[in-house]
């Protein structure tokens, strides 16, 4: 029985390959224009952390009545790894990572509520006063747009007024996944009082924290009921400046006094303040915004910039918005930096081949290069694969090994045309003697990436583009 001959069966079949080339090259325009691009591909940080506050305990209080209670319960997570863990005044922080080699992506997210669970399941035994506790296991966001807001004359508060109205107006623009602000200073108003001139007074200290408290409170009012509605009571009272704060009653030894006369009330910021955003030397508040999964960064930046420009437009006077990091930028030059590298590899195989293989041999090798890299890129839209460092490594990589199989295929018919054997029967000799040992070869060279493709780890799911784009671009070139 006669074996298979894929390039007896194309000769045969023109018309079918010249449409499945204009397909590819069509389809791979296509699937390269939507393809996602980013800086760097995504991976599963394994990592978790566990924060409790405690206002007014030690360090040592926090750690043996805190710290110490939650690490034994973490201790009975599945693929633990390490425990690490900080007690400050006021403040505990436990970071929980996992085994890297046995975890995979898709366990992640059910051991990290499994660590919610079992921490809340232990709160009710920590010493009242103590706050959360609180959990970050989102490390994969990358803020790929920093925007810092600065503004000579105006408050934090004001500055931040107008990074709202900033971030409020981002969230609109599609495959932005978050708009966070850094360096807010939350504002907080302080009531300083001294103990001698209270206890002159007759004053309790308790009784003014509780007077306040109890005027700043919202509670139910009652309600109306008319034949068509039911209207809901709100009495007033509430601090709506520092004024009202100033002029609370506070009411001792059958006398009144204005809070503001026995105390000193000032409006200003967290002391130890959040941390800090300056740019070039100013204070800033900045937006950093993070694009969603498989998005295009240059697209993304695109709409960034039209909404920026309008919002530029309706700061007040005197607020800067400045770019601190454009990560669009980064990644257009990747991939002018591929495109180039492609041109040049096209151009020193034509250069190569019209030297050594003569005018029509070298057409040949050099048209295959296109055609490869346009399948690649279809492959890469159907497997879900985005242009990023890795990938545009491994199709750089693969240029060099791309028109191998072509010009030992071309050289094979070459040889047997001058040895007087007509076109179809030298082509059918050429796929005949030569296919199955390039597929071999190719084969091998594949496998040289395996380790990456099956390691475990972050590492893995990193790199882990870098043997399926070369792997596809090498079985492609064998075909074609």
């Given at each position: ?18 449409y ?21 591909p ?13 206002p007014?305990?030690?360090a040592r ?18 693929h633990?790894?390490?425990l ?8 505990s ?5 996992l ?19 079992m ?5 009710g ?13 989102r490390?994969d ?7 810092a807001?600065?503004g ?5 508060e ?46 309790d ?10 005027q ?5 009012s ?25 002029s ?7 006398r ?10 000032k ?25 969603e ?6 697209t993304l ?28 930028q980064?990644?257009k ?14 151009a ?14 070298g057409i040949v ?6 055609l490869v ?5 279809i492959?890469m839209k159907m ?8 990938s545009?490594?491994a ?14 295929a ?10 007087g ?6 082509a ?7 296919a ?21 780890g ?9 043997f ?13």
């Amino acid at each position: 029985m006669k074996s298979f001959n894929l390039t007896e069966w194309a000769l045969n079949h023109k018309q079918f390959v010249y449409y499945f080339i204009f397909i590819t090259f069509i389809g791979g325009c296509f699937s390269y224009q939507n393809l996602g691009r980013m800086e760097d591909p995504d991976f599963t940080i394994r990592m978790m952390i566990v924060g409790v506050t405690w206002p007014g305990a030690s360090a040592r209080e926090v750690e043996e009545q805190v710290t110490d209670k939650i690490e034994k319960k973490l201790q009975e997570i599945p693929h633990l790894d390490y425990l690490k863990s900080y007690s400050t005044p006021g403040q505990s922080v436990i970071y929980v990572a996992l085994k890297e080699d046995e975890v995979h992506a898709s366990q992640i997210h059910p051991i990290w509520l499994e660590v919610r669970n079992m921490v809340n399941d232990i709160k009710g035994t920590l010493p009242q006063g103590v706050v959360g506790p609180f959990f970050n296991d989102r490390f994969d966001d990358v803020f790929g747009c920093v925007y810092a807001l600065t503004g000579d004359g105006f408050t934090y508060e004001d500055i931040r007024e107008n990074a709202e109205k900033i971030r409020r107006s981002l969230l609109s623009i599609s495959n932005i996944k978050k708009v966070e602000l850094i360096g807010v200073q939350p504002e907080k108003i302080t009531i300083e009082v001294e103990n001698s001139k209270l206890a002159l007074l007759g004053i309790d200290p308790a009784l003014i924290a509780r007077s306040v408290e109890a005027q700043n409170a919202m509670s139910p009012s009652g309600e109306m009921e008319t034949s068509s509605d039911k209207v809901y009571l709100r009495t007033t009272g509430m601090f709506e400046k520092l004024e009202d704060l100033q002029s609370l009653p506070i009411r001792a030894g059958g006398r009144t006094f204005r809070l503001g006369d026995i105390a000193g009330i000032k409006r200003g910021y967290a002391d130890p303040p959040e941390p800090k955003m300056f740019y070039n030397g100013r204070p800033a508040i900045g937006l950093a915004v993070s694009m969603e999964k498989g998005g295009n960064i240059l697209t993304l930046g695109e709409n960034i910039e039209q909404i920026l420009k309008r919002v530029k437009k309706d700061l007040p006077l005197g607020l800067e918005l400045s770019t601190v990091s454009n990560q669009p930028q980064v990644v257009k030059a990747a991939i002018n930096e591929f495109i180039k590298v492609l041109a040049e590899a096209v151009a020193i195989v034509l250069i190569v081949c019209f030297l050594s293989l003569g005018l029509r041999s070298g057409i040949v090798v050099a048209f295959c290069i296109p055609l490869v890299i346009c399948g690649v890129f279809i492959a890469m839209k159907m497997l879900g694969i985005d242009l990023h460092k890795i990938s545009l490594g491994a199709l750089i990589i693969a240029l060099g090994l791309l028109v191998d199989d072509a010009i030992i295929a071309v050289e094979m018919m070459s040889v047997k045309l001058e040895e007087g054997w007509d076109r179809f029967d030298a082509a059918s000799f050429a796929y005949k003697a030569t296919a199955f040992p390039l597929l071999t070869g190719t084969l091998i060279t594949c496998a040289g990436f395996i380790p990456v493709a099956f390691a475990k780890g972050s590492a893995s799911e990193f790199l882990n583009s870098l043997f399926s784009v070369v792997t596809i671009a090498l079985l492609i070139s064998w075909v074609v």
